[in-house]
């Protein structure tokens, strides 16, 4: 892979490249460089990303409901991948600890800065692009979860279902969590089915990549109920193998050959 990387940079010299192509494309490869060394003594350990808006204030419910939700993750031993700014993002790290967040940042002109909580961390990755900040944040969870935000919380929220629904990631839950009793994500589903759905944009099934709660316990329950049984996926030539932590029983292999006799092997 290195040498056809290094071909590759050979064809940018004969192709005479623009140079401000070749910035784009160095300050992404040290960017990614970056952060897959910085995650990579964490490969085992499962995490979760934790999207919603840097506007929140720490006494506000939706605050208060995404620390919780980090806490009970840490304790069945996640990690916590956040943006590193303030508001959701501060109360994922105040909820997971510490020792247990990573930070993804990037630089804009106004609003984002570091929280206290990761600032200096060794985990605390800074970008410049947001696709490859995106890239990170999809690459190292096994969940997304999103609180309530605004445009940067919607398109890290639709393009996570884009890449599940088009099989460019392996499939992972994807939780919507309001505050006890909020009506945020019940108002972005009408949007979705009546928009969407209703002008044939996506399918009904497609409703089901996404889990909406108001409770930090049931995002909890469904992230780790996701990985009850099964442990990951990869395409091996034209075969989607499915990998599981423990074997099914012989009554539900039968049931799902039975099933979808079209696709198992």
């Known amino acids: 892979l290195l040498s056809q990387m290094l071909v590759t940079i050979c064809r940018l010299g004969a192709d005479k490249a623009d140079r401000g192509d070749l910035k784009i494309l160095n300050a992404a ?35 208060l409901q995404a620390r919780k939700f980090a806490q009970l993750m840490q304790q069945r031993g996640w990690m916590v991948i956040t943006g590193a700014g303030d508001g959701i993002m501060r109360a994922g790290h105040h909820g997971a600890t510490r020792a247990a967040s990573f930070g993804v940042a990037i630089s804009l002109p106004f609003e984002q800065t ?53 099989v460019k990631t392996n ?13 945020y994500w019940q108002h972005w589903q009408s949007y979705v089915e009546a928009a969407l759905v209703g002008n044939g944009m996506i399918d009904e099934p497609d409703l089901n ?21 099964y442990h990951s996926s990869r395409f091996v030539d034209d075969h989607f193998v499915v990998r599981l932590n423990r074997p099914l029983s012989a009554e539900t292999l039968s049931e799902i050959n039975d099933m979808f006799p079209d696709i198992v092997t």
């Open 29 to 63: 490869l040290r960017e990614l460089r970056y952060a897959f060394k910085v995650f990579a003594p964490y490969q085992e350990i499962p995490k979760v990303t934790m999207f919603g808006s840097a506007r929140t204030p720490e006494d506000h419910p939706q605050y």
């Open 114 to 166: 570091t929280n206290t909580i990761i600032a200096d961390d060794p985990k605390l990755v800074n970008f410049k692009y947001f696709f490859t900040r995106k890239l990170v944040f999809v690459k190292e969870a096994g969940a997304i979860v999103l609180f309530p935000g605004g445009f940067g919380t919607h398109d890290e929220g639709f393009e996570s279902l884009t890449l599940v629904q088009t």
């Open 171 to 183: 499939p992972i839950p994807i939780v919507l969590c309001d505050e006890p009793g909020g009506t």
């Open 209 to 229: 990549l996404f889990y909406i709660t108001d409770r930090a316990e049931g995002a909890v329950d469904e992230v780790v109920n996701f990985y009850r049984r």
